[in-house]
């Protein structure tokens, strides 16, 4: 043995690592939780996924070795949480190989690491093949593995892939460590579940180690073909092995999580290891607030879908154990301190967004706050109804409407839940359901309060109790599988290879492109695509896809957007309106033949518009000073979430939890500016990934990276990233900057747009004339326009308010006691006893705001009664309708009202039962519609009318 076993997680990670380094492999750092360039995964999960491009040969590696301790997540396991071995985030140690070794050093390697670097008993370590591979079973024999500890499993256990319908597949061998007694072992045909044993089916047997032999193409057909370049694919649970090191009993009892629960103690006040419920409730709060914090550090927000909606059920879930605890909000955002300063060494973006991290926590957690009081209005409201409502279904199965509250307040949204749910029962018909529905919440019910208020299924549960209901379980259980299948296909890992099939079909690897040098190129027509074919030939009007030996066309990555320009040749044109790069490092050149016939082989020049390109270039150097502004300016935790490099603007998103303020704007216009006066170099290198990577290079977004990697630097360390666009030789070269705006596109998300060189030039321009035009109708100077715009500005903002008083005042003096200065249609309805008075008027109004001012008028003048008003404004028929409490008890509903009147109209209409609003298409159609008032009201009131 070399050296002592580890025995902390940074002495396992540092010792794998160190190991296969001395393996001849190039130790990489982990990727992004986010795929890059790989829409088919909605998180990293698993080591292998970052290199995917280098497993199908879509792309060379930097090494043909690789080792790296990869952040993985997956979303199946966010319920699973709070057992012994579930995590959504977790490291996943591994060691690839793509085309060099194979099985054998795989093999020899796991087996030399296990046993002499880590320690591990061999007496303790147990092996699976795939069923038919017996070179692996051979492989482990030789290296002294006795054949009672080798089981052979099939498909389901020990073979991995393809990913989609076709593509690389192999069988896997796993290494699995028992922790059982020795003596306890039974034999190998001892058959003790359903006919089978082994480590596969054995409580007591943990997964450590699992090696992928990827040596088959698996077809369409189902046939698989040996691959001609081999490859190795493994990965080892850290925080699995890091528990079997330690001797713990689960994950959680490992310094990996330690300083976590530590915390979590502190800030519940309740004891780890002396409550079971207690003790899941704490794993649950610590996993969850670390792998929060390494999503955010990443640059996931929180939302309403696909990563975003990851990330809020991880904190939600998170805040509902935490308050079972005890805890006071914000916690999780507390704990996110203790992940940074426990794991910031071994994964940097824990430590540079760590205020970032703490912000979004702090943000979502208080908004959750919110949010849980109002789920539990709506289970009031779902109950209340129940119980006020219990011959609801006859009055359905009579084919009576029932009313739906038109509010949003929490008990409004739970009886309209309630009544939803009703109506699907009647409607299936489901006798024994429709009777259970007075005294049972669905599963349907409860989940919507679990998955949109957050509501606890367990609370709901009780508060059920209480309310003597039952709370159908099976329902809920069904409802949150169909959730979990959901999760499963978003997170599922393939691509579209039809896509792609014909460009591979075509024997074209790559298509040098010398467009850094040049913007004219002599070459060849490598192939030719029509309508997803490959053809020889094609004429005049073709739409075609055309691959060249060589280009200078630069195809759309990155951000910049392809080029444009013109191929040309013997007799033949084609106006090329895009270059893109389907497959690999193929440039596919879109266009059109607009005058002759080309065929595949023949000699052409390829002709890239300049001028376009040049003006892309501006945008796309000024994108990177952009960056390293922000960077500098709002902090080290913005990330580059996407941008656009185009002939007329760049726009650049990126992450930040609030607006920038105008100051942090114009810091950052004036920097990137400063660094264009300072007409900096921009230089280009090539170098390893490896190397930019530790040198400081950013790769926040884009591809995945060759081994020879370029990169821009521009005033370096300041700004350093890997790159592949076309760039100005001098900062100098951009021009003038403009920031011409920066919106919110999300929750946490910015997106910045600005223009450079001409474009910026014509801007201040126009700017400069609207300036003068306006100083020169004021007959001012240019320097006191800003002020005299200001006093217009008070001026007439005094001058609308006087007019609205005195439009509110005529108004006011032209409805009620009688007047006769409008269109009146007054009237009394009787209703079980009770007389409710109508005033019904159209009016004069400019805007609804003084219309409904002049209901309230007219309401507070009556007392009691209902107000019908209503005015043409804006060439369109409104309508307010407002009543008093007292009429909304006997029957009278100001939104059914509206409702119906607007559908007189040819509009819409509604709002809640004191006031509501209508709104028309046709101006002469509002008389009609208010006479029409008195029969809408008597309809309502005995059960038309939208109730």
Not at 398 to 404: R, V, W
Not at 579 to 588: D, I, K, R, S
Not at 859 to 888: C, E, F, H, W, Y
């Amino acid at each position: 043995m070399t050296s002592s076993p580890p025995k902390t997680a940074d002495e396992l990670r540092e010792a794998f690592l160190s190991y296969f380094e001395g393996q001849d492999h190039l130790r990489m750092p982990s990727a992004s939780l986010i795929p890059a360039a790989d829409p088919t995964l909605l998180l990293i999960n698993s080591g292998m996924a970052q290199f995917k491009p280098y497993f199908s040969g879509e792309k060379e590696p930097p090494h043909p070795r690789i080792t790296t301790s990869q952040k993985c997540f997956r979303t199946t396991d966010i319920e699973e949480v709070g057992d012994d071995t579930h995590l959504t985030m977790f490291e996943m140690l591994g060691n690839f190989s793509f085309g060099n070794y194979f099985k054998k050093e795989a093999c020899a390697w796991a087996l030399d690491l296990l046993t002499n670097r880590f320690g591990l008993d061999p007496e303790r370590l147990y092996y699976t093949v795939y069923t038919t591979d017996d070179e692996a079973e051979n492989i482990w024999k030789e290296l002294g593995i006795p054949e009672d500890r080798i089981y052979r499993f099939g498909d389901e256990d020990n073979w991995w892939g393809p990913a989609g319908d076709e593509g690389v597949c192999g069988p896997s061998s796993e290494i699995n460590y028992y922790r059982g007694s020795l003596d306890d072992v039974p034999a190998k045909d001892d058959p003790i579940r359903n006919g089978e044993w082994g480590p596969n089916y054995h409580d007591d047997f943990v997964e450590l180690y699992n090696l992928v032999f990827t040596q088959f193409y698996r077809d369409l057909d189902g046939n698989d073909t040996v691959l001609p370049a081999k490859n190795i694919d493994t990965g080892m649970g850290f925080e699995r092995m890091l528990a079997v090191l330690q001797g713990a009993p689960n994950v959680y009892e490992t310094d990996a999580f330690r300083p976590i629960i530590a915390h979590v103690e502190q800030l519940s006040g309740k004891k780890w290891g002396q409550d079971k419920e207690v003790d899941r409730a704490i794993r649950i709060v610590a996993e969850h607030a670390r792998s929060a914090s390494f999503l955010i550090g990443d640059g996931v927000i929180p939302g309403n879908s696909g990563r975003g909606y990851v990330l809020r059920r991880l904190i939600r879930r998170g805040m509902l154990f935490g308050r079972e605890l005890g805890m006071d909000t914000p916690m999780l955002s507390s704990i996110s301190k203790t992940v940074s300063d426990h794991m910031g060494h071994a994964y940097l973006e824990l430590v540079g967004n760590f205020e970032f991290i703490k912000d979004v926590l702090e943000q979502e957690e208080k908004s959750f706050s919110r949010t849980l009081e109002f789920g539990a209005l709506v289970l009031a409201g779902m109950i209340d109804y129940r119980i006020s409502n219990p011959d609801a279904a006859e009055q359905l199965k009579d084919g009576k409407k029932l009313k739906l509250p038109t509010g949003d307040d929490g008990r409004s949204v739970g009886t309209r839940l309630a009544i939803v749910e009703l109506e699907r029962l009647v409607t299936s018909e489901d006798a024994e359901a429709i009777d259970g529905w007075r005294n049972n919440i669905s599963g349907t019910e409860s989940f919507v309060l679990y998955d949109t208020y957050g509501y606890p299924v367990e609370v709901t549960e009780e508060v059920a109790l209480e309310a003597q209901m039952s709370l159908d379980k099976d329902g809920f259980s069904s409802e949150m599988e169909a959730q979990r299948e959901r999760g499963r296909a978003a997170g599922s890992f393939g691509g579209n290879v039809n896509s792609t099939r014909v460009y591979e079909s075509l024997g074209v690897e790559d298509t040098p492109f010398v467009g850094y040098e040049t913007f004219e190129s002599n070459t060849s027509v490598m192939a030719i695509v029509k309508d997803g074919v490959a053809v020889d030939s094609v004429n005049e009007g073709d739409e075609v896809e055309i691959i060249l030996g060589e280009t200078p066309f630069y195809a759309a990555r990155g951000g910049q957007v392809g080029d444009t320009g013109v191929i040309s040749g013997d007799g033949v044109e084609v106006m090329i309106n895009d270059t893109l790069a389907p497959y690999g490092h193929v440039n596919v050149h879109y266009g059109t033949i607009t005058s002759g016939s080309l065929n595949k082989g023949a000699k052409v020049t390829a002709q890239v518009d300049g001028e376009r390109r040049e003006r892309i270039r501006r945008n796309h150097t000024a994108t990177h000073l952009v960056h390293a502004a922000l960077r500098e300016i709002v902090g080290s935790h913005v990330r580059q979430a996407g941008s656009v490099v185009d002939p007329n603007r760049l726009r650049f998103d990126f992450t930040n939890i609030r607006a920038l303020t105008k100051e942090q704007i114009k810091a950052v216009q004036d920097r990137v500016n400063e660094k264009i006066r300072l007409n900096r170099l921009v230089e280009v290198n090539f170098t390893t990934y490896g190397e930019a990577v530790e040198e400081g290079a950013l790769a926040f977004f884009g591809d995945t990276y060759d081994n020879e990697v370029r990169t821009i630097k521009i005033d370096a360390p300041w700004s350093y990233e890997l790159c592949g666009g076309t760039h100005m030789d001098y900062t100098g070269g951009i021009g003038t900057f403009v920031i011409t705006s920066e919106t919110g596109i999300g929750s946490g998300m910015r997106r910045m747009e600005a223009i450079t060189g001409v474009a910026s030039e014509e801007a201040i321009f126009e700017r400069f004339r609207a300036l003068d035009t306006i100083a020169l109708k004021f007959r001012v100077p240019i320097s006191d326009a800003s002020g005299r715009v200001d006093e217009l500005s008070k001026d007439l903002s005094q001058a609308r308010k006087q007019v609205a008083q005195l439009e509110e005042q005529l108004l006011q003096a032209s409805v009620g006691g009688g007047s006769s200065n409008n269109s009146s249609n007054n009237f009394d309805i009787e209703t079980d006893g009770t007389v409710i008075h109508v005033e019904v008027s159209e009016v004069t109004a400019t805007n609804f705001g003084a219309l409904r001012k002049t209901g309230d008028h007219l309401k507070n003048q009556i007392g009691k009664g209902v107000v019908i008003l209503g005015s043409v404004i804006d060439g369109r028929p409104m309508v307010v309708v407002m009543a008093t409490d007292d009429t909304v008890k006997v029957g009278i509903h100001s939104g059914n009202i509206a409702k119906a009147i607007a559908g007189k109209m040819g509009g819409g209409g509604g709002g809640n039962p004191t006031v509501a609003q209508a709104g028309g298409k046709n101006a002469e159609q509002l008389s009609e519609a208010l006479g029409a008032a008195e029969e809408i009201i008597r309809e309502s009131l005995s059960g038309g009318a939208g109730n």
